[in-house]
């Protein structure tokens, strides 16, 4: 069975920071494209990074630019969100997602299967 599962959510401080993790299972990293989204109370879903398996590349949405970092463990098939410079208008629940495409891209369609979410809050 395919399952994404997200921990690492919580309450935090304005300019602090969190390690989101992804765990897989029922699937590897290889060959899969894993994405990090997030939606906020009244707001689309907004896709933030996205890490391709294959070479390694990294894609973010402008709004996390520089304050945000993918990466990803092999060995522990898990994915990570490294979160800092938190802002109040981050306070969403983040989801990760996997699609077994190639598509560098976070548009949600794309993507296959996806986690629960965890809540991040940021309050200032």
């Known amino acids: 069975e395919v399952q994404l599962v997200e921990s690492g959510g919580g309450l935090v401080q304005v300019g602090g920071s969190l390690r989101l993790s992804c765990a897989l299972s029922?699937?590897?990293?290889?060959?899969?494209?894993i994405g990090w989204f997030r939606q906020a109370p009244g707001k689309k879903r907004e896709g933030i990074s996205c890490?391709?398996?294959?070479?390694?590349?990294?894609y973010y949405a402008d709004s996390v630019e520089g304050r945000f970092t993918i990466s990803s463990d092999n060995a522990k098939n898990t994915v990570y969100l490294q979160m800092n410079s938190l802002k109040p208008e981050d306070t969403a629940v983040y989801y990760c997602?996997?699609?077994?495409?190639?598509?560098?891209?976070?548009?949600?369609?794309?993507?296959?299967?996806w986690g629960q979410g965890t809540q991040v809050t940021v309050s200032s």
């Open positions: 890490m391709r398996s294959t070479d390694g590349r990294t």
């Open positions: 997602a996997a699609s077994r495409g190639i598509l560098l891209r976070l548009w949600a369609l794309v993507y296959d299967y």
């Open positions: 029922g699937f590897t990293f290889d060959e899969h494209v």
